[in-house]
């Protein structure tokens, strides 16, 4: 057993609940056809159609008042909590919050992570891995005045790695 398996197994035998990502995962871009990954072999029109939804889907959200940030709040995803942002056919993004606070980032930011399209640098998205998927953090658009909103307050920008996969099924 590694050490923070350990950790973990003793918080949860002493009653304590631990809030702290026992597994965490790198901010860096990891590419799945790396060494020790498993290349995804991922539609590229589909993951274009993600970034794009996501994109649309946060114009809609403000259009009709609601939040343009996709969040993960505790307990929900506690312990490296990962849920399903969207998906098309077989290519699923995928958010892990590996912080210990909640957390939201814009679902622009999620499609920026995803496609590059409005970086600077389209490069240091996950476009970059190209068919074979990954994960990253988010990469975040500090200018954003949604950042500085009350739509904003209690969370952080920070923990959130977004993954492109494709569907188990």
């Known amino acids: 057993m590694r050490p923070s398996q350990l950790l973990g197994v003793a918080a949860l035998a002493s009653g304590v609940s631990a809030r702290l990502c026992l597994f965490p995962e790198p901010e860096r871009r990891i590419c799945y056809n790396e060494e020790g990954g498993t290349p995804q072999n991922l539609n590229i029109q589909e993951v ?6 996501l994109r649309q889907y946060e114009k809609e959200q ?7 940030f996709w969040r993960m709040t505790l307990p929900d995803a506690d312990n490296c909590g990962e ?6 056919g077989r290519t699923w993004v995928m958010a892990k919050l590996v912080g210990d606070e909640p957390a939201a980032v814009l679902f622009s930011d999620i499609a920026n992570t995803i496609d590059g399209l409005n970086l600077e640098d389209p490069a240091e998205s ?12 988010t990469i975040i658009d500090e200018e954003s005045p949604y950042y500085q ?4 307050d209690g969370f952080t920008n920070k923990g959130i790695v977004i993954k492109l996969v494709k569907s188990p099924l």
């Open 126 to 137: 996950l476009a970059n891995c190209t068919i074979h998927g990954g994960q990253m953090a």
């Open 83 to 88: 849920w399903q942002v969207t998906s098309k």
């Open 62 to 68: 403000l259009r009709q008042g609601g939040s343009p």
């Open 48 to 53: 274009n159609f993600t970034a794009n939804y």
């Open 149 to 152: 909103s009350q739509l904003f």
